[in-house]
């Protein structure tokens, strides 16, 4: 560990905002943005309407974040480009803990308040404990951390998933043009950091580490942290990818119309 402790401090800070975040700020956020809507939802849509809000601002912050500093942190730049494993960033393990924290919270407000998402409840139990220990090892670990930034990054097509998640709930036609924007954006966000940066920057070039024996001399949580961070995330992101390619002209064109 590498002077650890303010990073999972900002973690609890994280964790501990969230219900302010998922209670205070996103109702009142979408109550003034959507007024006539907001009134219309029952009070357990409401609840889910938070919970994608909270979702929205958190991802929001630490996409963005993690897409500023991949592209203008050149000394994140050159460890990368000269392999170099250890490299402390402090920009990346605050992002990490901010990711941390939220997640934590997102997960206990889904279970213990919410009691819906956007997939099964398995499926989203398992994504968000693998995100927790991949983050928690972030904070914790200064390993190979622009191909932890860049899983970071993925976050930012996130945004567009949950403003999608909140256009549904609100009762935006699918054939509306704020709808059709929408995917259009989300498309191009997801084909870029989930696909280009999280594929090609940061997929291929870690494999390529595992055939070093430096590689393995890292610590065991940053080893399995790794390995469930390119094993786990990238089959599923291709996955999601190929059903998004698939459906995508359709959507856009209006075939099917709102379902």
């Not at 934590?104 to 927790?132: K, N, P, Q, W």
């Not at 935006?172 to 966000?189: A, Q, Y």
């Amino acid at each position: 560990m590498s002077g650890a402790s303010p990073y999972l401090m900002a973690a609890l800070c994280s964790f501990l905002s969230y219900p302010v975040v998922y209670g205070l700020v996103s109702p009142w956020l979408l109550r003034t943005l959507l007024r006539k809507r907001y009134s219309a939802l029952d009070k357990a849509n409401q609840k889910y309407a938070h919970w994608i809000g909270a979702s929205l601002i958190y991802t929001g912050v630490a996409g963005t974040c993690a897409l500023l500093v991949h592209h203008f942190d050149q000394e994140l730049a050159f460890t990368a480009k000269h392999f170099i494993l250890r490299y402390d960033s402090p920009s990346v393990r605050y992002i990490s803990a901010l990711l941390l924290g939220y997640t934590t919270g997102e997960t206990l407000a889904m279970l213990l308040d919410v009691g819906r998402a956007d997939i099964s409840m398995f499926g989203f139990v398992l994504h968000h404990v693998a995100t927790c220990y991949i983050t928690l090892v972030k904070c914790v670990y200064p390993y190979l951390p622009v191909y932890a930034n860049i899983l970071l990054a993925t976050e930012f097509s996130s945004v567009w998933l949950n403003v999608k998640l909140l256009l549904i709930a609100f009762g935006f036609p699918k054939s509306s043009t704020i709808f059709k924007i929408n995917k259009i954006v989300f498309f191009l966000s997801f084909s870029y950091v989930r696909v280009w940066l999280l594929v090609f920057k940061a997929f291929i070039p870690v494999t390529s580490l595992l055939l070093t024996r430096e590689f393995y001399n890292l610590e065991l949580p940053v080893l399995v942290g790794v390995l469930c961070g390119t094993q786990f995330f990238v089959p599923i992101n291709l996955y999601w990818y190929a059903l998004m390619c698939r459906r995508f002209p359709w959507s856009i064109s209006g075939y099917g119309k709102d379902e």
